[in-house]
């Protein structure tokens, strides 16, 4: 499909995805007043002492929470992109480098144990982004051999180390007294925005759009990459140093929307090979593309998590499965579909 069209065609519906994510919930805010908080929230306009509470759910409660919740989507798109291209790998998706497994452990620790109570309102987010960068490290310092970091050995290392900190997670889920710590552990291990705040929102934006960049502005080494090794190096494209080079961007970037958001799964996998089926295998237009369906599809999976059983909420994770997993099958039994192109 032509690129133009389809990207505006995106843009603008995500932007409508924001105003319905913002107008949807368990509290009900009519629609007038709905855009007449935007707008006051915007311009800096006052409310009056009885809107006061619609104006706290627009504003700060459902706002940064679509908001964040495309930031989320967007992260995990590009970085599904990436990791694909860089193991060559059609099942790969941001968390088969372990660095998701990582962060739950942090997470845990704080949710489940207490820790790092001293930092207050950003304990959690602060511990799953620091276990998230020692998990780079580790799954790093494990797969990198004399001949450098080859595709398979990154893919082996990053699984078997997720299992382990799966493990170290589980562990403290089961020796944790039962009760709420227990189901928000769960909770956030499935992925949640329950917890979006403006405060969150300026750090997940400016680091996934950095990343985004980066990716963008490597577009063809990514194609040649995705050729394999010899290809790449005969087009002029270090695969070794491009490799590390990918790998620490993509995980920068998977730390930082986990710590956010939970391990919300099956977006970096479904949405970089939907978007290759509409634009084709060149990383300039996927890397176009992809970003915006992902921001698309969280915002209307974490609408759906709130409407389902409303009051009570459903883990973001499991509508993006739900969802997912038929629609993926689906479209991978009509398009005659192979990883790379048609």
Not at 5 to 33: E, M
Not at 100 to 108: D, I, L
Not at 135 to 150: C, I, K, Q, W
Request: hydrophobic share 60%; net charge positive; proline share 5%.
């Amino acid at each position: 499909m032509p690129l133009p069209p389809l990207a505006l065609g995106l843009g603008l519906l995500l932007i409508v995805s924001l105003v319905c994510g913002v107008g949807l919930g368990a509290a009900q805010v009519t629609w007038p007043d709905v855009f007449r908080h935007l707008w006051a929230g915007l311009t800096g306009g006052t409310v009056p002492a009885r809107d006061a509470a619609a104006y706290t759910i627009v504003w700060e409660i459902r706002l940064p929470r679509v908001v964040l919740g495309a930031i989320v989507g967007a992260g995990l798109a590009t970085v599904g992109v990436a990791v694909q291209a860089m193991v060559r790998n059609a099942l790969a998706d941001p968390f088969v480098l372990g660095i998701s497994s990582g962060a739950a452990v942090g997470a845990n620790a704080v949710i489940l144990l207490g820790a790092f109570a001293g930092l207050g309102v950003w304990a959690l987010s602060v511990s799953a982004f620091g276990s998230a960068l020692a998990a780079m490290v580790l799954v790093y310092a494990v797969a990198r051999s004399p001949r450098g970091l080859a595709p398979l050995r990154l893919v082996l290392t990053g699984t078997a180390l997720a299992y382990g900190f799966e493990a170290i997670t589980m562990v403290m889920v089961f020796g944790a007294a039962r009760g709420e710590a227990a189901r928000s552990a769960v909770m956030w291990l499935l992925g949640s925005l329950g917890g979006a705040t403006w405060a969150q929102v300026p750090l997940a934006a400016g680091t996934v759009m950095a990343g985004w960049l980066w990716l963008r502005a490597r577009a063809e080494a990514l194609n040649a990459l995705a050729m394999g090794d010899e290809t790449a190096a005969a087009l002029g494209v270090p695969p070794g140093r491009l490799r590390r080079e990918i790998f620490v961007v993509t995980a920068a970037v998977t730390g930082t929307v986990v710590a956010v958001s939970g391990a919300i799964g099956f977006v970096g996998l479904m949405v970089p090979h939907v978007v290759r089926m509409v634009v084709g295998a060149d990383h300039r237009r996927v890397l176009v593309i992809a970003p915006l369906a992902g921001a698309v599809l969280l915002v209307w999976a974490d609408v759906v998590s709130r409407l389902l059983l409303a009051p009570a909420e459903l883990p973001v994770g499991v509508i993006t499965a739900v969802v997912g997993v038929p629609v993926f099958l689906l479209l991978m039994r009509r398009g005659g579909y192979a990883f790379g192109g048609r």
